[in-house]
């Protein structure tokens, strides 16, 4: 068996705040110097790196059940989101996951779509025009608007303002540094948040399993299995905050990097506006999707250059071997989307952006089956990748039906991957009426 190369980095620290700066700047150049395998330390975590789409593979289908996500993710999310589906594991998640299959089948998702359509539009409309604008706050509180709506219901939307709050608090602190409840730290104030939550989902349950809304929330407390059992309180609690919090950051980044590469690459807004120009009426329904297809090949082009998570990290359960390397037991092992989506013997060109790469004809994504893993793989693989890009093509079907995006010329987007990838300049964008809007 070989010994894994690498090194432990700084006294105390390893290289958690080389991790933190730019993740993939210390990946790419851990590559270099120790290959495809090596290992490293984030605080006193020794973590094996795995970088190949073999090793996504490896990792993420885990046939030999080598990996723990529940472990993994504990170590970040106990507190704040204890038991969401990601922090389950074998036949536990899979019972869990059959059951919250219910929200995202494609008659919820239609009626999501419908529900969405037009506060997309009037909260477009209404962004400030012809002058430089943050876009990434932009991004995110839409899709905070539209999550308060879809996982809620409309019942709750009035009521939402605290609990956005609460959530948003909850959300920043699973990305604190410091994870201890000091004072006036966003530990705390997530853990205060988390409480407001609980207590108001667990008042509200009981009102939606009797009765007929279509919401998230609703479903979820209503689901039943084979035996006619439901979720317990605390699971239906348990899972709806952790979905708010998987669906938003998430569609933030991916709506930022979308909006950052058309702005570069203004033909292809050309070519997205005449798709949507095609799409009779003022919005873009359920049926309709199929046949946005640029916008897909876009979204899917910003997920391969942006990943929103840029590693996705697992706790092995018992020794194990991947290509002649020994994994023990109890190591933390990360697979890297970030990387894998910029090799170049998958991709051509794979630092520019070409969205054709995953039309039909060349479909540079099937070149391995784990080398495109922007939503994961395996068991664990992402529940809203459906939800996550009809969203995503209805901001840019109403976005691109009123504005043209310009940035500053040569304008590149500071960019920090890690927790959840964002511009670190929250990404200026002039957004430009177009002529008949
Ligand atoms: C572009 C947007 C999104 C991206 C890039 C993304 C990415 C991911 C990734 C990489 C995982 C796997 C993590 C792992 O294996 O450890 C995951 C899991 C998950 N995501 Fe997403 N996600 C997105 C949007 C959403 C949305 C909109 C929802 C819900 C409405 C959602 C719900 C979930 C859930 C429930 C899981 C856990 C699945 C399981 O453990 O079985 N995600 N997501």
Redesign the pocket.
């Known amino acids: 068996m070989k010994s894994i190369p690498g090194e432990r980095g700084w006294p105390v620290f390893g290289h958690s705040l080389n991790f933190l700066k730019d993740c993939n700047t210390l990946i790419n150049s851990m590559h270099e110097r120790f290959g495809p395998v090596y290992y490293n330390y984030y605080l006193h975590t020794k973590v094996v790196v795995l970088l190949s789409p073999d090793a996504n593979e490896f990792v ?1 289908l885990d046939r030999d059940k080598n990996f723990s ?1 529940r472990k993994a ?1 504990n170590i970040s999310l106990a507190e704040l989101f204890p038991n969401g ?2 922090l389950r594991d074998g036949d536990e ?1 899979r019972y869990h ?1 059959r059951l919250l299959g219910a929200p995202f089948k494609a008659k919820a998702l239609e009626e999501y779509v419908s529900l969405m359509n037009s506060d997309i539009a009037s909260t477009i409309k209404g962004w400030q025009k012809n002058e430089s604008v943050e876009l990434y706050p932009l991004m995110k509180q839409l899709t905070l608007d539209l999550a308060a709506k879809v996982f809620l219901g409309e019942n709750l939307v009035k009521e939402a303002d605290a609990v956005n709050q609460a959530f948003v608090d909850v959300v920043d602190a699973s990305m604190a540094l410091v994870r201890h409840p000091v004072l006036g730290l966003k530990y705390r104030k997530g853990l205060k948040g988390r409480a407001l939550l609980e207590d108001y989902f667990r008042q509200r349950i009981e009102g939606k399993r009797t009765s007929q809304e279509t919401d998230m929330f609703a479903e979820i407390s209503r689901v039943e299995d084979e035996l006619g059992e439901r979720f317990s309180k605390q699971d239906v609690i348990d899972h709806i905050i ?2 708010m919090m ?2 938003h950051d ?2 933030t980044s ?1 709506l930022s990097s979308i909006a950052f590469a058309l702005a570069k690459h203004p033909e292809w807004q050309d070519v997205i506006a005449k798709e949507s120009a095609l799409i009779e009426g003022d919005s873009l329904e359920y049926s309709q999707m199929p046949g946005f297809t640029a916008a897909e090949w876009v979204f899917k082009e910003a ?1 391969r250059m942006y ?3 840029p590693i ?1 990290p697992r706790t092995a359960i018992q020794d194990c071997e991947f290509q002649g390397y020994q994994i023990k037991r109890n190591d933390m092992v990360h697979v890297s989307p970030s990387f894998t989506h910029r090799l170049d013997t998958i991709w051509t060109n794979p630092e520019q952006f070409d969205p054709m790469r995953f039309s039909p004809e060349r479909a540079e994504d099937r070149n391995h089956k784990h080398a495109f893993i ?3 793989g395996g ?6 990748i459906k ?2 890009e009809l969203q995503v093509k209805l901001v840019m079907f109403h976005l691109l039906r009123h504005y043209r995006l310009e940035t500053p010329k040569g304008y590149e987007m500071p960019y920090a991957p890690a927790p959840i990838g964002k511009p670190k300049d929250l990404l200026p964008i002039t957004l430009r009426p177009v002529t008949n809007s």
């Open positions: 993420l996500s993710w589906l990601m998640h996951r952790f979905l998987a669906a998430t569609t991916s997920l990943p929103p998570l996705i922007p939503f994961g068991a664990h693989k992402c529940l809203g939800f996550a």
